[in-house]
């Protein structure tokens, strides 16, 4: 069904919820042609806004990212959603559970549920999520919201992808410290602190306002703080109107656009080399090749490193 | 960085019954065996199922079944996936499944039917092997 890249395209763009999901894997999967098929693509997008939703595992994403996907489809909104799980960095295999907390929006037309594995990629996404947001947009979505594994401090990924990004916290994960490291904390346009039923919600806002006022960034202390409970949907509509404003004065991120397009072009480039470099080096056996003579002390990773610069011409 | 392609699986337990320990066995021995599993619980309706599936254009829907409603949720499945013209996708059955229901779930289009005591692993040689 829709062999060639360009009907499977055109499937999608009808409308079709089909053509839409097998383009996402074919270009998930890399298959051949799929940056001449992301090129066709790249004109019908540029209409959605990206919302990224992170946080560490088990702070409610998925609740809330259902609740938030629920009042945005209430108000109209074609939804899309991107919900990133771990793949086991020893099968290559997957458990992807997140569609399972999604029951308010998984049953709902308009409304778009792709699970994703990371497959292995660092950083909270998976290698091809910015891509899949294009799809999505082409799609005609008019929000895409991406969910982020659950991370620790540092997995930031979400930011190149998303115009808004959320950071999800819950009660009781530390100290006014933690507050003021650096990574996931600097990423947040939007604080929630979720499940504030349980104790010491009120001390997790004032950590975060805290942390937000020491900030030298002046616009640091207008990012609202926010408290809601994800399961029984408190605080999501005012959660909501605060995103529409947002998104209404600008692409809150507009300043960061320049630099977002720089790190896609060379994640890709980057991407890319490696990949044809490797299958080259697999190919011919100098990989194979330099790993025996590293092995047995001949040569040295960098030394190899470099003579294959050289064999480029780009050393 | 592992790009190759991943069959992805749905793990869907339809019907009433509130029993998943089975289906959640299967979704994970699925994991280790290096299968994508999307698993998307208790209690879903056929139309559920088979929007999942086409959304997250899995390879192969898995059913876990202990209610004995069997034939009649299996059937709806496969006719809403008819519907979406998703017959593509491999249907196999877990659960409490008398044999002399086997050959009528056949002739439905299901591909295979794995009673308790099946090994995980003879149920992902069953998938590889049955796929294009």
Known sequence: ???????????????????????????????????????????????????????????????????????????????????????????????????????????????????????????????????????????????????????????????????????????????????????????????????????????????????????????????????????????????????????????????????RIKEEILSLLEKEVAYILRCRWDQNGNLDQAVKQVIARKKDPYSIVQEMLALMHLQ | MNTEKKIRVLVAKPGLDGHERGARVIAYGLRDLGFEVIYTGLRQTPEEIVSAAVQEDVDVVGLSILSGAHLTLTRKVIEKLSEQNANDILVIIGGVIPDNDVPELKKMGVSGVFTSGTSIKDVGTFIRSNLP
């Open chain 1, 1 to 259: 069904m829709w062999e060639d890249w360009k009907s499977l395209i055109v499937e999608m763009r009808k409308g079709s919820v089909r053509g839409l999901a097998r383009l996402i894997t074919r270009v998930e999967n890399r298959e051949p042609g799929w940056m001449d098929a992301m090129q066709m693509i790249y004109p019908m997008t540029g209409n959605a806004c990206v919302i990224g939703i992170t946080g560490s595992p088990g702070a409610g994403k998925s609740t809330l990212t259902d609740r938030l996907a629920r009042e945005l489809f209430d108000r109209g909104f074609k939804i899309g959603i991107i919900a990133v799980d771990p793949s086991s960095p020893f099968s290559g295999g997957a458990l992807l559970g997140d569609r399972l907390r999604m029951k308010e929006v998984s049953t709902l037309d308009d409304v778009f549920i792709r699970s994703m594995a990371t497959r292995g990629a660092l950083g909270g996404l998976n290698l091809s999520a910015r891509d899949v947001v294009k799809i999505m947009d082409a799609f005609g979505k008019d929000i895409i919201l991406i969910e982020t594994v659950g991370v620790g401090q540092d997995e930031v990924e979400v930011v190149k992808a998303a115009d808004m990004v959320l950071v999800v916290c819950v009660p009781g994960m530390g100290d006014g410290i933690q507050a003021i490291k650096a990574g996931i904390m600097e990423i947040a346009d939007i604080f929630v602190v979720n499940k504030a039923d349980q104790g010491e919600a009120d001390q997790a806002v004032a950590d975060i306002s805290a942390m937000l006022e020491l900030s030298s960034d002046e616009t640091s202390s207008q990012v609202p703080v926010l408290k809601t409970i994800a399961a029984t949907g408190e605080g999501v509509l005012d959660l909501v109107t605060i995103m529409l404003k947002l998104q209404e004065v600008g692409r809150i991120r507009s300043s960061w656009h320049e630099e």
